[in-house]
């Protein structure tokens, strides 16, 4: 069982079974939701994935996609497009309870890849904000 939910503790979920997809999503229309450059997104089948507490807020954009959110904390849980990927919820991975438990296996949708993230191993990293 994989459990997981947003950041307040207002919506949580279960899913169980295999994992049909886990990847990182470069795409606008997910840059614009998270605002984020990329997302990571970890799918399970319809039928072994449920709402254990809580209702999430949902909003459905022009290509049929719906992405639910909690309306309280504005954490992004479930993105949905039946016609795209039918019989899929699909989750970012970082709302899992434990997110490091399945690494992603692709990169997808790269045409929109922002032209910074090809260069993120030549920046300088700092395990916590500079100067702390």
Known sequence: MITGGCRCGAVRFEAEGDIPHHALCHC???????GAP?????????DGFRITQGKPVSYTGESGS???????????????????????VDVPDVILDEPDAHEPQAQI???????????LGDMPEFERWPGN
């Not at 990329?38 to 319809?46: D, P, T």
Request: proline residues 4%; charged residues 20%; glycine residues 10%.
């Open 38 to 46: 990329i997302v990571g997104w970890i799918a399970f089948k319809s």
């Open 28 to 34: 606008r229309d997910c840059q614009m939701a998270h």
């Open 109 to 119: 949708q790269t045409a929109d890849r922002r032209g910074y993230m090809t260069k």
């Open 66 to 88: 719906t992405r639910s959110f909690c309306g309280t904390c504005g954490t992004p849980l479930v993105f949905v497009n039946e016609e795209m990927l039918p019989g899929i």
